[in-house]
Protein backbone atom coordinates (compact mmCIF):
# COMPACT_ATOMS: atom_id res chain seq x y z
CA UNK A 1 0.00 0.00 0.00
CA UNK A 2 1.12 3.52 -0.83
CA UNK A 3 1.95 5.23 2.53
CA UNK A 4 2.72 9.32 1.39
CA UNK A 5 4.33 9.58 5.07
CA UNK A 6 7.60 8.31 3.38
CA UNK A 7 8.77 10.94 1.08
CA UNK A 8 11.98 8.90 -0.31
CA UNK A 9 10.12 5.93 -1.09
CA UNK A 10 9.34 7.33 -4.57
CA UNK A 11 12.46 6.19 -6.34
CA UNK A 12 10.83 2.72 -6.72
CA UNK A 13 8.78 4.36 -9.83
CA UNK A 14 11.44 4.62 -12.20
CA UNK A 15 12.15 0.61 -11.17
CA UNK A 16 8.75 0.04 -12.40
CA UNK A 17 8.54 1.98 -15.71
CA UNK A 18 11.89 0.47 -17.01
CA UNK A 19 11.37 -3.51 -15.99
CA UNK A 20 8.82 -5.52 -17.76
CA UNK A 21 6.54 -5.70 -14.45
CA UNK A 22 3.44 -7.64 -15.26
CA UNK A 23 0.08 -6.89 -14.17
CA UNK A 24 -3.96 -6.81 -14.25
CA UNK A 25 -5.38 -5.40 -17.56
CA UNK A 26 -7.03 -1.96 -17.75
CA UNK A 27 -10.29 -3.03 -18.53
CA UNK A 28 -10.07 -6.47 -16.10
CA UNK A 29 -10.19 -5.91 -12.27
CA UNK A 30 -7.77 -3.24 -11.16
CA UNK A 31 -4.71 -5.07 -9.27
CA UNK A 32 -4.48 -4.06 -5.73
CA UNK A 33 -2.19 -0.75 -4.90
CA UNK A 34 1.93 -2.18 -4.90
CA UNK A 35 3.64 -2.33 -1.68
CA UNK A 36 6.41 0.06 -1.95
CA UNK A 37 9.42 0.76 0.63
CA UNK A 38 12.95 2.65 1.18
CA UNK A 39 15.48 1.53 2.94
CA UNK A 40 18.38 3.83 4.00
CA UNK A 41 17.23 7.07 2.29
CA UNK A 42 19.94 9.61 4.01
CA UNK A 43 19.37 13.02 1.37
CA UNK A 44 19.35 15.78 3.61
CA UNK A 45 19.96 18.52 0.66
CA UNK A 46 17.19 21.06 -0.49
CA UNK A 47 17.85 20.21 -4.19
CA UNK A 48 18.50 16.45 -3.48
CA UNK A 49 14.85 16.17 -1.76
CA UNK A 50 13.06 18.22 -4.78
CA UNK A 51 14.37 15.29 -6.91
CA UNK A 52 12.92 12.57 -4.82
CA UNK A 53 9.63 14.88 -4.58
CA UNK A 54 9.73 14.42 -8.08
CA UNK A 55 9.59 10.73 -7.85
CA UNK A 56 7.28 10.61 -5.48
CA UNK A 57 5.05 12.14 -8.01
CA UNK A 58 5.90 8.89 -9.82
CA UNK A 59 5.55 6.43 -7.40
CA UNK A 60 2.09 7.52 -6.52
CA UNK A 61 1.03 7.20 -10.14
CA UNK A 62 2.41 3.78 -10.67
CA UNK A 63 1.51 2.50 -7.08
CA UNK A 64 -2.18 3.77 -8.00
CA UNK A 65 -2.03 3.19 -11.80
CA UNK A 66 -2.74 6.51 -12.75
CA UNK A 67 -1.74 7.58 -16.21
CA UNK A 68 -2.06 11.00 -16.06
CA UNK A 69 -0.05 11.32 -12.82
CA UNK A 70 2.88 9.39 -14.41
CA UNK A 71 2.60 11.35 -17.40
CA UNK A 72 3.08 14.32 -15.75
CA UNK A 73 6.13 13.24 -13.88
CA UNK A 74 8.43 12.33 -17.08
CA UNK A 75 10.39 14.78 -19.56
CA UNK A 76 8.88 15.09 -22.97
CA UNK A 77 11.90 13.45 -24.17
CA UNK A 78 12.14 10.56 -21.60
CA UNK A 79 13.64 7.23 -22.81
CA UNK A 80 14.06 3.85 -21.22
CA UNK A 81 15.12 0.36 -22.60
CA UNK A 82 12.92 -2.45 -23.45
CA UNK A 83 14.24 -5.43 -22.15
CA UNK A 84 12.15 -7.82 -24.09
CA UNK A 85 12.15 -6.09 -27.61
CA UNK A 86 16.32 -4.92 -26.95
CA UNK A 87 15.24 -1.57 -28.10
CA UNK A 88 15.41 1.94 -26.92
CA UNK A 89 12.36 3.09 -26.41
CA UNK A 90 12.27 7.32 -26.89
CA UNK A 91 9.45 9.73 -26.33
CA UNK A 92 6.70 10.55 -23.56
CA UNK A 93 3.78 8.77 -25.57
CA UNK A 94 5.65 6.14 -26.14
CA UNK A 95 7.19 5.61 -22.87
CA UNK A 96 3.52 5.38 -21.33
CA UNK A 97 2.22 2.93 -24.06
CA UNK A 98 5.35 1.01 -22.44
CA UNK A 99 4.39 1.25 -18.97
CA UNK A 100 0.49 0.78 -20.08
CA UNK A 101 2.07 -2.62 -21.48
CA UNK A 102 4.47 -4.04 -19.11
CA UNK A 103 3.12 -2.45 -15.73
CA UNK A 104 -0.34 -1.69 -15.77
CA UNK A 105 -1.07 -4.38 -18.64
CA UNK A 106 -1.88 -8.00 -18.64
CA UNK A 107 1.07 -9.30 -19.47
CA UNK A 108 1.24 -11.66 -16.85
CA UNK A 109 -1.08 -12.90 -14.18
CA UNK A 110 1.44 -12.37 -11.90
CA UNK A 111 1.59 -8.52 -10.72
CA UNK A 112 3.97 -6.85 -8.31
CA UNK A 113 3.21 -6.97 -5.27
CA UNK A 114 6.29 -4.91 -3.10
CA UNK A 115 9.04 -3.00 -4.50
CA UNK A 116 11.85 -1.75 -2.42
CA UNK A 117 14.49 0.84 -2.89
CA UNK A 118 17.82 0.20 -0.48
CA UNK A 119 20.13 3.20 -0.08
CA UNK A 120 19.56 5.81 -2.96
CA UNK A 121 22.00 8.04 -3.91
CA UNK A 122 21.34 11.48 -5.40
CA UNK A 123 24.10 13.48 -7.49
CA UNK A 124 23.22 16.51 -9.08
CA UNK A 125 25.08 18.25 -11.67
CA UNK A 126 23.63 21.94 -12.83
CA UNK A 127 20.29 20.97 -14.44
CA UNK A 128 20.64 17.29 -14.19
CA UNK A 129 20.03 14.73 -11.64
CA UNK A 130 21.43 10.71 -11.74
CA UNK A 131 19.53 8.78 -9.00
CA UNK A 132 21.26 5.33 -7.94
CA UNK A 133 20.24 2.58 -5.97
CA UNK A 134 19.57 -1.25 -5.57
CA UNK A 135 16.16 -2.54 -5.72
CA UNK A 136 13.68 -5.26 -5.62
CA UNK A 137 10.26 -6.34 -5.96
CA UNK A 138 8.28 -9.41 -5.50
CA UNK A 139 5.40 -10.75 -7.93
CA UNK A 140 2.63 -12.06 -6.55
CA UNK A 141 3.05 -15.58 -8.01
CA UNK A 142 3.15 -19.46 -7.07
CA UNK A 143 6.67 -19.31 -5.80
CA UNK A 144 7.08 -15.99 -4.46
CA UNK A 145 9.68 -14.77 -7.03
CA UNK A 146 11.76 -11.64 -6.02
CA UNK A 147 13.50 -9.75 -8.46
CA UNK A 148 16.57 -7.37 -8.08
CA UNK A 149 18.07 -4.43 -9.93
CA UNK A 150 20.97 -2.01 -10.08
CA UNK A 151 19.29 1.00 -11.07
CA UNK A 152 20.26 4.30 -12.57
CA UNK A 153 17.81 7.21 -13.04
CA UNK A 154 18.30 10.84 -14.74
CA UNK A 155 16.46 13.52 -14.35
CA UNK A 156 16.09 17.09 -15.92
CA UNK A 157 14.95 20.15 -14.44
CA UNK A 158 12.67 22.02 -16.64
CA UNK A 159 10.68 25.05 -15.63
CA UNK A 160 11.91 24.74 -12.50
CA UNK A 161 11.02 21.45 -12.16
CA UNK A 162 12.49 17.89 -11.66
CA UNK A 163 10.99 15.36 -14.31
CA UNK A 164 12.35 11.75 -15.18
CA UNK A 165 14.51 11.92 -18.54
CA UNK A 166 16.12 8.24 -18.81
CA UNK A 167 15.13 5.36 -16.82
CA UNK A 168 17.72 2.20 -16.29
CA UNK A 169 16.72 -1.44 -15.04
CA UNK A 170 18.13 -4.65 -15.17
CA UNK A 171 15.90 -7.09 -12.88
CA UNK A 172 17.21 -10.46 -12.58
CA UNK A 173 16.21 -12.83 -9.90
CA UNK A 174 17.46 -12.65 -6.40
CA UNK A 175 19.89 -14.65 -5.58
CA UNK A 176 19.64 -16.14 -2.30
CA UNK A 177 22.79 -16.24 0.08
CA UNK A 178 23.51 -19.88 0.87
CA UNK A 179 23.16 -21.07 4.91
Known amino acids: ?4 EF ?40 EDLAVIAALQKLLQGMAHRN ?4 SAAL ?3 VTTFDAKSKQYVHGKQTVIDHIKKNILGNESSHPVK ?20 RATKD ?12 CSEVFERKNGQWVVLHLNTDWKPLKKAAK
Not at 1 to 4: E, H, I, L
Not at 67 to 70: A, F, K, N, P, Y
Request: glycine share 4%; aromatic share 8%; proline share 6%.
Open 139 to 150: LNDPGATTLESW
Open 7 to 46: NYFVLIAALIIAGNLPVCALDEKPAAVIDVELVGATQTDK
Open 1 to 4: MFRP
Open 75 to 77: SDE
Open 114 to 133: RLIVHHPFVHIKGETAMVSF
Open 67 to 70: IEQI
